[in-house]
């Protein structure tokens, strides 16, 4: 068949084998050009490892510091008519590529919120790595059934408190209006939690410690998003902020059982990426933010931060803030680029945001997530959707 984007909203419902391969090898072929990345971590556990910053992280421990990797992902599978979701694809592409570098690469697609996944993945462990060293937490997902209960929480991104208006983008028309969005009740503040914050975390750190297949002086990462007072009202002051709230929580609790050195939130900046993209008001700071940064110089997607993170940050000693997490949002966050996004914001409408901001930039990013738009793929090709590349 040939293969088309279909857009439903902020997702897109099929993805290009090849176009996805060729995402993965770029991004490969990034740490790759940079050189080798010093790291003692050689037995990496990647919790939602198939698409953004999860992937990125996959890459850069594999051909980057020569690690051998579990992944855990949730996917869609092919059929004959139909593709396979993005990050199905790219687990393929991302396993064949390191095979053939002499890496292990096994992958549990599953939902990782489960006993049944994480019982699987700890086997997947044992019999392909022995033990890990390195558990990345990179899970973005709407819902979550907490496995003692059986209870399913939904998350709900909304401010906390008052309603918020803000200005938004709809990414599909270019049109920049004003939204109102209605606070969270205490019980979607709180399923928010369930689902974004860090007790699936804990869980799956204490299931691999009972299973012992954790190196003793093994380290946990997590990602958060702090951004700026422009998404504050409905980011870091939301419902998401106080589920990222929850990590920190998490983290000083296992650095007491664990030692000091053992987990640590990492602050990242905003990419596209399909989770980021299904949030109100960061489509529109996204838009802006791509531009801003590219002019000065300072643009980063999902492997250049994942990249600077292990090649920069992790190094020792660790630079930590007073909540001991460590800073890949540095640049999104300088006082130069705050204030030119600042400057801009009030400025942004229907009107006015190709002068401003980089709409066309975003879409071919959001395209590119499945596949679409990337050079040297023939899109005219009659692809078997069924067969990775
Ligand atoms: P993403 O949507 O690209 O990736 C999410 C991953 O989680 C995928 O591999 C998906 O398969 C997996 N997943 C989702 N539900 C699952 C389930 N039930 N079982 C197994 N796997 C599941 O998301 P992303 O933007 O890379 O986000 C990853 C982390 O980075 C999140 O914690 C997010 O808050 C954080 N972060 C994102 C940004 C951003 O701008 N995108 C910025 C800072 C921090």
């Known amino acids: 068949m040939i293969i088309e984007p279909r857009i439903r909203g902020f ?16 991004q490969i072929d990034h740490v790759v ?63 064949k590529r390191a095979r053939a570098a002499g890496r292990i690469a096994v992958t549990v697609e599953g939902d990782a919120f489960s006993d049944a996944a994480k019982a699987q993945t700890i086997a997947a462990i044992r019999d392909n ?50 939204v109102e969005i209605q606070p ?3 019980d979607e503040a709180e399923a928010t939690v369930k689902v974004m914050g860090g007790e699936d975390w804990e869980l799956w750190v204490d299931a691999l ?11 946990t990462l997590n990602y958060t998003y702090l951004g700026s ?31 000091s050195e053992s987990a640590f939130v990492v602050a990242l900046k905003a990419v596209v990426t399909q989770a980021s993209s299904a949030i109100p008001v960061v489509p529109l700071y996204g838009t802006l933010l791509l531009k801003v940064m590219e002019e000065m110089g300072l643009g980063e997607g999902c492997i250049e931060q994942i990249d600077r993170l292990f090649r920069v940050k992790l190094q020792p000693p660790l630079e930590l803030d007073k909540e001991s997490r460590v800073h890949v949002d540095d640049w999104e966050l300088s006082e130069a680029v705050q204030a030119e996004m600042g400057r801009r914001w009030p400025l942004l409408s229907s009107e006015t945001l190709a ?29 078997d959707p069924r067969e990775p590349a």
């Open 229 to 259: 007072e422009l998404t504050w009202p409905i980011y870091h002051k939301g419902t998401l902020g106080r589920a990222k709230a929850d990590l920190d929580r998490a983290a000083a609790a296992m650095r007491e059982r664990y030692g």
């Open 184 to 186: 969270a009740t205490a």
């Open 129 to 178: 790595l022995g033990e890990v060293d390195l558990v990345v937490y990179s899970l973005a997902s709407p819902v979550r059934t907490d496995p003692k209960t059986g209870t399913t929480y939904r998350s709900a991104i909304k401010p906390m408190g008052e309603a918020v208006r803000s200005k938004t983008l709809d990414t599909g028309t270019g049109a920049v209006s004003e």
């Open 355 to 383: 002068q401003h901001a980089d709409l066309d930039r975003y879409r071919r990013e959001f395209l590119r997530l499945f596949g679409f738009g990337l050079g040297g793929v023939d899109y005219s090709a009659d692809i």
């Open 11 to 26: 997702i897109c419902t099929t993805a290009h084998p090849v176009g996805c391969a060729t995402n993965v090898q770029r």
């Open 33 to 95: 050009v940079k050189g080798p990345i010093e790291s003692p971590r050689k037995r990496v556990l990647v919790l939602g490892c198939s698409t953004g910053y999860g992937l990125a992280s996959r890459i850069v421990t594999t051909f980057g510091s020569g690690a051998d990797t579990v992944g855990v992902s949730f996917e869609k599978e092919p059929g004959e008519t139909k593709t396979a979701s993005a990050g199905w694809y790219n687990n393929r592409a991302f396993e």
């Open 209 to 219: 410690r009972e299973a012992k297949v954790l190196a003793p002086d093994f380290m």
